[in-house]
């Protein structure tokens, strides 16, 4: 049968090795450490929710007409294919956590922009 190795870490720093089971120094009480183990209660398996589809609102800056509100992305990506460049509308996204339009960014109107047809 083969020997049993252990890390001894004893000495501080790096003084640690391996040696065999049988000569490894038992820790004095004052070192050795209490093993606990916590029960948990299982966790629920609950699927998180869907996200809702986003809502836009289209307003032309020229004249400040809603073009559309509470569009889909499809919607809206087809409206703006009418449009002559992204900087003459503004473009909100609908927060149904605070209940409020967002206005998309620049850069967010310019991707939502990008999937105009060609």
Known sequence: MGKTWILDTETKGTGAHV????????PSSDQGLAVVTFERPPRPAAEPEPPAPLEFKVVDIRSSRVLAEGSDTRATVDLLEDIGSVVDVRIYVWMPQTERWRLLTLGEQKTLWGFRPA
């Not at 040696?19 to 038992?26: R, T």
């Open 19 to 26: 040696a065999p089971l049988q000569e490894a120094k038992k």
